[in-house]
């Protein structure tokens, strides 16, 4: 069974540029995780969907991201513009379920370095 | 809100032994969940081991079992035999039995020496 599946694994842009990450879910996850990691911290959750729905996005900066999951799927975190405080992992993640307690499964993240 | 604190930064145990990741976190609820995540230098989040708050016996997963001391808050992680594949980084974590969302700790990155 594939797993978590994101690209790009890595990107490097300039300050005020915008960036894209797309996420692929394990097949039947209907809830998918944006979680942003700083270096040396835990992940932190940015916005959480039950398929179409964003249920939780209270910790998504709404300025300047902007994220969306259409046909349940696949999903699209975008930052514009970046800044340099938004370098950071930017984890996906994907779970059978918003039941509490379930299994998260995780992707391998997009490295993101703002210069 | 919960919070979860993990005090020590790095460890190291020496390969074959056994070493204990300690972690403690605060919350009013009675139901929820409990997890060690291992992340390697790839950065992928890997589940170690969970614990469901409702349930007295300690979980075990081969070489890894967990100490959870409810009363005291406190969830700390044993690996038994120690191998060189488990140098990485641990975190805790916690999810509330009314939602979804996986709170972590700030991590351990623990070393092995050969």
């Known amino acids: 069974e594939a797993g978590v599946v994101q690209s790009p694994r890595y990107k490097i842009i300039e300050k005020k540029q915008p960036v894209a990450f797309w996420c692929n879910p394990i097949?039947?996850?209907?809830?998918l995780y944006w979680y942003r990691q700083n270096l040396g911290q835990g992940p932190e959750l940015l916005i959480r969907y039950e398929n179409e729905e964003a249920v939780d996005d209270s910790q998504l900066p709404k300025d300047r991201f902007s994220a969306e999951r259409l046909k349940g799927v696949d999903s699209t975190l975008k930052i514009q513009p970046a800044e340099l405080g938004d370098s950071a992992v930017y984890l996906c993640?994907?779970?059978?379920?918003?039941?509490?307690?379930?299994?998260?499964?995780f992707g391998e993240g997009s490295w993101l370095t703002v210069v | 809100a919960q919070t979860v604190t993990q005090s020590q930064p790095e460890m190291s145990v020496q390969e074959a032994e056994t070493v204990t990741l300690s972690c403690t976190y605060d919350t009013s609820e009675s139901d929820y969940y409990l997890f060690w995540y291992k992340q390697p230098p790839s950065r992928q989040m890997i589940l170690v081991i969970r614990q469901e708050a409702y349930k007295q016996q300690n979980a075990t997963e081969n070489r890894f079992s967990v100490n959870f001391q409810k009363a005291a808050k406190s969830f700390s992680l044993k690996i038994s035999d120690s191998q060189l594949g488990d140098a990485a980084m641990y975190f805790c974590?916690?999810?509330?039995?009314?939602?979804?969302?996986?709170?972590f700790g700030k991590g351990i990155t623990l070393s092995v020496r050969p």
């Open positions: 993640a994907s779970s059978l379920g918003s039941v509490p307690g379930n299994t998260i499964y």
């Open positions: 097949s039947g996850h209907n809830t």
């Open positions: 974590a916690y999810v509330s039995g009314a939602n979804s969302k996986l709170t």
